[in-house]
């Protein structure tokens, strides 16, 4: 079965500054799908940006990039001129084909802005 | 467009008591997805539908069930309520389009059960 680990469950960053979040996952499928969520206080799940295994790039949008490891299963990603409205729970998640359509979420990291 | 709508946001059941949680979206979505979120676990899915009118086991289905009889809704059942399954559920949609097409997320339910 697929699992998914964020070891970070909190992190810090002070206002316009560049913090990294961490996530792993396991597995032994080859195409798969990585996601990061965003759940601010109000609860709502965003969805932040996704990759595809197959694809060689990082994924970029606008201030938030991952840095995509296929090799060592690892999914990070990094804030750029992190904003107050940045602050919120952030959740990996992984799909791939052959899990049904079911995405497997990590345990979320708190991220916490200071002004 | 409301996207994704959950009924009711807030609610406080007894032990053995039922309830149903309504999940509605407009947006014309074949799959559907039930998850629950606990502290410290993140989200993890109850039952999911990839169509009206079927419907199938996600990683924690037991104490629920499900039925999607319109294409637009998918509700949640808990025929006899128990304190562990307090949780926020949230209810989200997809297209299947891709494996990477986005599952939209409605505003989650509390439910307490005492």
């Not at chain 1, 798969?32 to 060689?56: D, G, T």
């Not at chain 1, 690892?74 to 940045?86: M, T, V």
Request: hydrophobic residues 30%.
């Amino acid at each position: 079965a697929q699992t998914v680990t964020q070891s970070q469950p909190e992190m810090s960053v002070q206002e316009a500054e560049t913090v990294t979040l961490s996530c792993t996952y396991d597995t032994s499928e080859s195409d798969y799908y990585l996601f990061w969520y965003k759940q601010p206080p109000s609860r709502q799940m965003i969805l932040v940006i996704r990759q595809e295994a197959y694809k060689q790039q990082n994924a970029t949008e606008n201030r938030f990039s991952v840095n995509f490891q296929k090799a060592a299963k690892s999914f990070s990603l990094k804030i750029s001129d992190s904003q107050l409205g940045d602050a919120a729970m952030y959740f990996c998640a992984y799909r791939s084909r052959s899990s049904g359509d079911k995405l497997t979420f990590g345990t979320g990291t708190r991220l916490a802005v200071r002004p | 467009n409301a996207g994704v709508t959950q009924t009711p946001k807030f609610r406080v059941l007894k032990t053995g008591q039922s309830m149903t949680l309504l999940c509605a979206q407009d947006m014309n979505h074949e799959y559907m997805y039930w998850y629950r979120q606990d502290p410290g676990m993140g989200l993890r899915l109850i039952h999911y539908s990839v169509g009206e009118g079927t419907t199938a086991k996600g990683e924690v289905p037991d104490g629920y069930n499900v039925s999607r009889l319109k294409k637009q809704n998918f509700l949640l059942g808990l025929e006899s309520a128990a304190p562990s399954q307090t949780s926020v559920y949230f209810c989200a949609s997809r297209i299947p389009v891709g494996g990477s097409s986005e599952q939209f997320f409605g505003p989650g339910t509390r439910l307490t059960v005492l």
